[in-house]
């Protein structure tokens, strides 16, 4: 056994001599003092181990000193074991009441003493092993609230609310949401509408929030940068499939929310049903027919949405399994007849957002909240929501690209399934002026895009479009006609000038179709087609046809003057 | 919960019985029971009888035994499913990449 420290307090001078001679013998260094007020100044300054402490002594007796000394040990162990030459059992007994952790009677017994003294080390060592591991803990678990804190901060940045507080979106979120695995995101697309990604990570805590981030930066990143929902899906399952280890996923629903055509294209991947309810009341049942996102390779990878028409007022609700699996004290789950329920029961007056809010805190009352109910409600609006971003122009001249131009011809593979419009938008947005114009420079390019592929390379005619049965029929004549394109191109130019403070961007698109008689399209007017020539007159200074109708040239000016930024 | 593995037809069929609520704390017990047997066995088969419930967890447990088992190319079946059990499978449409019966 190691050598330990040892105080012994005893007023008679003979028996704490023969105590100590054992003890020393023994191998362990020793304090000696002769009474109460003693020892409590020598556990100060000696530091020891433990106590041997002589019941009677004068000044202050044994079992008083030890009431301070354990006292002012705290959570510190210090055996103190009395010594006593009483023996009756209530007399022993009182020594344990007071605070002492055992008693040892005189005439001393040499083995027993160095039997006591050894069995006590090992407990204050345990005892010493356990503090230093709790705390440890503690250190560890404050460490790790203080590294989830950062992380959450690091991930609010990336995956920030982005348009949530749209007036047509309400929703529910836990604040540490990102521990739990949910994500809800939305973002407002460049040419008006939105997307929004509800998603559901496999397991809790860190690796569940980092698969986050790259999905939202993902999303944030491409929509801001026009790309097509699916397209967005692709990359968000790619990316995840190549980070996440197997056996984790991300269930999803993800909604292309388009206010102009009024319509939402739906992709679910492993969420529970969610439900459209119409302005009437009439309640419509989304599934998922697709595995998470992250478990398929990118070819296996299904990116096929489904279209569901939705009339102004008409609202989705889209939710994780967390409200259905929220229990209630009876370990009871909230599940999907409840939800329903509530949809089968609404009308005009009723809240349904609210309803669910309310139902569901009433049933977990008292029960521990698990604390992973996502829900949000996307409301289909009458007209787009744009939001002009301020130009927050420094004085001093802008840096940056100024005078330059670029050629992009595309082949008909290429045409077929390519979508040159992000790459174009980059380009145009290395220009600091044009930044602010972001939204508008993307109707711009894809209605002018669309108009010559459309038109001038499918050569589709515009007239279908004039009633809505023809709408359809048009979209089934372009899918067909994308399918046997073997020739045409189409040629963009891009260029810029400007002095740092002002510039016009020129846009010129050419395609290798036969063009049209452009006489008279400016006075036309029906709500199937030629929606988008009037809109783009607004953006852009000027707008001309050149060549027989299969060239446009567009300028855009910037800054942009007040008159032309109300819509 | 408990699992069990047991081999037949020459020990080249594996089948794993899930008795009880199938989520993470079976993470170990579950990957022992498919990684510790010979590697001769060609044929999966998860028996959920006894399983009560399942989680998302359950459900990455199930993609890795796949992998373990080939990805793509895996004979993964999954049998006996309660109706609880059989809707989980199905909202994240599971039966693109098991045989569910």
Known sequence: MDAIRILIADDNQIDRMVLSRIVRNQGHEVYEVANGVEAIEGYSSFRPDLILMDVMMPEMNGKEATRHIKANAGEDFVPIIFLTSLTDAQSLADCLGSGGDDFLSKPYNPTILQAKISSFSRMRQMHQTLQHQRDMIASNNEHLMHEQQVAKAVFDNVAHDGCLSADNIRYMLSPLSVFNGDVLLAAQKPAGGMHVLLGDFTGHGLPAAIGAMPLAEIFYGMTAKGFAIREILREINLKLKGILPVGFFCCAV?????????????????????????NNGKVETLTSRYLPLGVLSNEQFNDDLTEFPMAEGDRLFLWSDGILEARNQNGEMFGEQRLRHIFDHAHAELDVFEQIQQQLAQFTAGSERDDDTTLIEVRMLQESIRTDLDMHLDSGPLSGPIDWEME???????????????????????VPGLRAMGGQLYTVMAELFSNSFEHGVLGLDSSLKNSADGFVQYYREREKQLQVLQQGHIHITLSHQGDGRSGALTIRIEDSGAGFDYGGIQGQKNPYSGRGIPLISQVCESLNYLGKGNIVEAVIRWPVSPDKRTH | MTVQASLAGNGRELTIKIDGRFDFSAHQEFRDAYEGVSSQVNCYTVDMGGTSYLDSSALGMLLLLRDHAGGDSADVTIVNCNQDVRKILTISNFEQLFKIQ
Request: hydrophobic share 45%; net charge neutral.
């Open chain 1, 254 to 278: 993800v909604v292309d929310l388009n206010i102009e055509r009024k319509n939402a294209s739906v992709w679910m991947g492993g969420v529970p049903d969610c439900y459209l309810l119409r």
């Open chain 1, 408 to 430: 992009y011809r595309l082949g008909p593979d290429t045409l077929k399934n390519f979508n040159p419009l992000p790459l174009m938008i980059h380009i145009m947005m290395e």
